[in-house]
């Protein structure tokens, strides 16, 4: 066992220095070719020292299970072994995201460098055959597949935290949006359908006990009426600013910005900038003195 462990790590060391050596070739390419203006060979070797400590990790472990998985297959050994390497590097996309391009490219050649070392001095090594070509072809499908798979994931909203808001504003209510994160003596918000409900006032701002959130936009708005019916607000309707913050003597706060209009609902104002529209609004450190955090002095 303990030779086998050896032998994966010396693998492990083979397939580093390959990942940094095919990284130096097509880095250097794209310098002489013009595409690049300028290189850093240190890269080069950052890449290979991450690919050495995922392939101790990760590649060896996986390669000694799979001897063990694929120890009886017989003859679908090699397609079995390299389906488990290349499965296996790609699943890690839901921990490393777009990382597990480099971790797919460590299997692949983990696989392929452990059976040539282990074959290279056997006769089956030499021996070229149709189950040789396609159990390659097989190999080089799954892989494509897998990159496929892996780019399908990344380029997809799958991984992406969302955000899960619910913003209640006065029926009427046209402009500037605050939301003042981190406020302390505020109550806990309400959670309706899985989203945090977040009151807006009459002059336009909330408060939340609660961080700002990051990730995909996935809130929803409505209109409160005072009998408390509640209107959907079209997208179109909704302008998405960003964040503004502020700090003083003692106190740091960021807020959450949006615009929210009834008479100029459409895709100019959806994906424009909310001030040209209502330019003149409340800002943070405005609604911080309405709170009483502020002195009117700071303000």
Not at 247 to 264: L, M, N, R, W
């Amino acid at each position: 066992m303990i030779s086998k462990v050896f032998q994966k790590s010396i693998t492990a060391v083979y397939v580093s220095l390959l990942l940094a050596g095919i990284f130096f070739v097509f880095e250097l390419a794209a310098l002489v070719l013009g595409k690049s203006e300028s290189y850093y060979f240190g890269m080069s070797i950052i890449i290979g020292m991450y690919a050495l400590v995922g392939n101790m990790i990760v590649g060896a472990p996986v390669s000694l299970l799979s001897d063990v998985l694929t120890k009886r297959a017989n003859r679908y050994r090699f397609i079995l072994a390299g389906v488990l390497h290349i499965v296996l590097a790609a699943a890690t996309v839901f921990f490393l995201q777009w990382m597990a391009f480099y971790s797919l490219a460590c299997g692949v050649l983990f696989f392929l460098v452990d059976e040539w070392r282990t074959r290279k001095n056997g006769a089956r090594w030499r021996q070229i055959n149709r189950a040789a070509i396609v159990n390659t072809i097989i190999i080089l499908g799954v892989s494509a597949l897998s990159y496929y798979g892996v780019y399908a994931i990344v380029d997809s909203e799958v991984l992406e935290e969302k955000t899960h808001q619910t913003y209640m504003i006065p029926e009427g209510y046209e402009g500037k949006v605050l939301i003042v994160h981190e406020m302390k003596g505020v109550p806990d918000p309400k959670i309706m359908d899985g989203y945090t409900v977040v009151e807006i006032n009459a002059l336009g701002y909330g408060t939340t006990p609660g961080p700002m959130s990051e990730g995909f936009i996935e809130d929803k708005y409505y209109y409160v009426a005072q009998d408390g019916k509640k209107t959907r607000i079209d997208e179109t309707c909704i302008n998405i600013d960003g964040s503004e913050g502020t700090q003083g003597d003692g106190y740091h706060y960021d807020s959450t910005v949006f615009y929210v209009t009834k008479s100029f609902c459409g895709k100019s104002f959806q994906e424009g900038q909310g001030e040209t529209f209502y330019p003149e609004e409340m800002s943070l450190t405005e609604v911080l003195y309405h709170e009483g955090i502020v002195s009117e002095d700071e303000y």
